[in-house]
């Protein structure tokens, strides 16, 4: 089972008096487990991609499942308690709340999920150490390098055991040594984790991390590349 | 994370627009809470001077009330002891009562036959003892100082008069009363009165002693219970401003005793009213239901009714009604100040934080919790606002009351101190915290309304 397909997803922004495709006819399908990188160039529809499966915008017609969840079904209401409970999200610049210390920043979709407080102290404790910030627990994003920011992002997605992780160019504003770590770092946890994740990236070292390769362009896709684990890739 | 500490730290992110809104929302509770403390004091400065002169209650007969200015004498209440002794004894009324005393009004001509002046008067017969012990009530613990009547002590001809009264009757001088011209031009000489008043008052005249030199006396004319002219020599022991000119050139004031003479001359005795003073204002309903009892049964057949104050006043009710329309205007005036300041500080918030917005709402915080989130922020707002502003407000009439000011109510006159009641006035400071409470959650709601409402990837973008 798929954690995610799309079935004829299409979307289209309207701009004044002009119409422009963002999506069209998408049909995909996201293999659980696994390093899925969606690429293309800008405009190609690789964000409005990751939007819909992150079921923060809806497409205009086709069929969204995400963790086995119909979710073009659910009201706003039980479409933030979906993101809450299943999908994790990491943001270009990261976006961490800024009155919120790292701890807390990590604890805070465990409240949204509703995780008991000893097991969210429980788990923060293990993401932070898992990030290399455990000593940066009572510190403001404020206080920390873009690096350390991203780390702290990469732990709070993590937070509520989500299936599904989503990162829209987690590596853009980082140089590339610490891109380098971030991707190792990401890589890292989701093969501890065994958690599907899926990037929108230019980034090759991104690319080249990817198990899943997904290329998208006047949002079609173009190619979907799937790498078996021994390093076997088919088409 | 609890959504009020999530929003008391949004509040301390931007600490001068933060502290610069609470500005507005104290100062804005400060004005209302001394505002409104000045008012209160002022309306129980009103209570305390109406209650102590005509009681909370008073019976009377039935039509006095309508009728009985024209006509005292034909409007009183003849059994008024009988009725004085059941009201004094009465074991539901007993325990909230202060003084019960009569009094007799009446309406006449005051001359002065020496200097051939008169003019009509209007005032009463009292008992003193009783008036005295009206004049300490003081329920709300103001800065009264009251001095006993000037007929404290006197003898039963005494009679004390406004100072317009001694003006008019050229007894400045034989009364000290300052500030008191006399006419540039001489009044006419007595043949414009009648030659039967004029009669009356020569006999009224050879019944009492020489006046001593410095002593003034006036002759006081009314009309009997059987409408013929009566009149009394008196002898003036005080001018008294009663601080309403109207009132304070027509004011005269005597023992009830000698009043009753002049009306009632060998009759019984009667008076237009029976003063009722209770502990509590707070006790009118029950005083004046038991009293409404007691005339249904004990005073069954006397036709007599219960007035409370602000009946036998209006003055009161308007000036309430007057300082209460003031407040409400002072109050609804802030109001909008704190409303539209809170809801731009509200709003820049909004704006500034659309990318968190985005984020929240992304993460799984749904649109209930966002709304949440900046009504929180307008209810700390609130609710520091309100506190600081109670306790400034408190300090603020401290100094005030400290301050040794002074001022001269209306109808007063005397000046008193400058006094504003805040402390000790809970329904004033509750409804005041109350009401900044609830207008800043109004102004805040809009924005969070709108804030909960961005589309997601929208607020996302947002730079």
Redesign the interface.
């Known amino acids: 089972m798929h954690i995610v397909t799309l079935s004829q997803v299409a979307k289209t922004y309207h701009l004044d008096a002009v119409d422009v495709p963002a999506l069209v006819d998408i049909d995909l399908e996201i293999r659980p487990g696994r390093f899925t990188v969606v690429s293309g160039p800008s405009g190609s529809g690789k964000t409005t991609l990751l939007n819909v499966i992150g079921c923060i915008d809806q497409p205009d017609r086709g069929e969204v499942i995400v963790a086995g969840q119909h979710v073009r079904q659910l009201s706003d209401d039980a479409l933030s308690d979906f993101r809450a409970r299943h999908i994790g999200f990491i943001f270009q610049n990261f976006n961490l709340l800024p009155v919120l210390t790292v701890y807390e920043n990590v604890e805070y979709p465990m409240l949204l999920a509703r995780v008991n407080a000893r097991e969210r102290r429980r788990r923060v404790e293990a993401l932070l150490e898992s990030v290399g910030l455990a000593d940066k627990a009572t510190n403001l994003p404020g206080q920390l390098s873009g690096g350390q920011r991203q780390r702290v992002a990469i732990a709070r997605a993590l937070a509520p055991m989500p299936q599904l992780v989503l990162a829209d160019e987690p590596t853009a504003n980082l140089d590339s040594h610490t891109g380098a770590t971030i991707i190792a770092l990401m890589r890292q946890m989701q093969r501890e984790r065994e958690v599907s994740f899926v990037f929108c990236s230019h980034d090759v070292q991104v690319l080249a991390a990817a198990d899943d390769a997904v290329t998208i362009r006047d949002g079609r896709i173009e190619k979907i590349e799937r790498r078996e684990p021994q390093g076997a890739v088919t088409a | ?1 609890k959504t009020l500490s ?1 929003a008391l ?2 509040l ?2 931007n600490r001068r627009r933060s502290i610069t809104t609470l500005a507005a929302m104290v100062i804005g509770v400060v004005t209302i809470l001394i505002f409104g403390g000045y008012f209160r004091n002022i309306i129980y400065g009103l209570e305390t001077q109406t209650v102590a002169q005509i009681g909370h209650l008073q019976i009377q007969h039935k039509d006095y009330f309508l009728y009985g200015t024209g006509n005292p004498a034909a409007y009183g209440v003849p059994e008024y002891r009988r009725v004085i002794d059941i009201v004094a004894h009465d074991p539901v009324l007993a325990p909230m009562l202060t003084v019960v005393t009569p009094t007799l009004s009446l309406g006449g001509i005051a001359g002065n036959f020496a200097a051939g002046v008169s003019r009509t008067v209007f005032g009463g017969g009292v008992v003193v003892e009783d008036q005295n012990r009206m004049r300490q009530w003081n329920a709300y613990g103001l800065p009264f100082i009251r001095r006993p009547l000037a007929l404290t002590g006197t003898g039963d001809d005494a009679v004390i008069i406004g100072t317009g009264v001694a003006r008019v009757l050229q007894l400045c001088r034989a009364l000290g009363v300052a500030d008191c011209p006399q006419p540039d031009t001489a009044p006419a000489q007595g043949a414009s009165a009648p030659a039967d008043v004029i009669a009356l008052s020569m006999q009224e005249s050879k019944q009492v002693p020489a006046t001593p030199a410095g002593e003034a006396r006036i002759e006081l004319l009314a009309s009997n219970v059987h409408g013929a002219p009566n009149v009394t020599s008196l002898r003036v022991v005080k001018a008294e401003s009663q601080g309403v000119k109207e009132f304070d050139d027509m004011y005269v004031g005597l023992h009830l005793s000698r009043a009753q003479r002049l009306v009632y001359g060998g009759d019984t005795p009667q008076v237009t009213a029976i003063v009722v003073q209770l502990a509590h204002t707070g006790q009118i309903p029950a005083a004046k239901a038991r009293l409404e009892e007691l005339r249904a049964t004990t005073f069954k057949g006397e036709p007599l009714s219960v007035q409370d104050f602000r009946t036998l006043n209006p003055f009161y009710n308007q000036v309430v009604t007057m300082f209460g329309a003031i407040f409400t205007f002072v109050a609804v005036l802030i109001g909008a100040i704190v409303l539209f300041t809170v809801g731009n500080t509200m709003t820049m918030a909004v704006v500034e934080r659309t ?2 917005i ?12 966002i709304r949440r989130l900046f009504v929180g922020e307008g209810l700390l707002l609130g609710l520091i606002g309100a506190l600081v502003g109670v306790v400034a407000a408190l300090g603020l009439s401290w100094l005030i009351n400290h301050s040794g000011l002074t001022w001269t109510p209306p109808g007063q006159a005397n000046p008193i101190p400058l006094s504003v009641r805040v402390w000790g006035e809970g329904a004033l400071i509750l409804g005041t915290a109350a009401g900044l409470v609830v207008v800043a959650v109004i102004s805040a709601w809009w924005p969070a309304r709108r804030a909960a409402a961005k589309n ?2 929208d607020a ?1 973008r947002h730079v």
């Not at chain 2, 985005?358 to 919790?369: E, S």
């Open positions: 994370m999530l730290r949004n301390l992110r990318t968190e985005g984020t929240l709402r992304a993460i799984g915080l749904r649109r209930g919790g997601i990837v996302l």
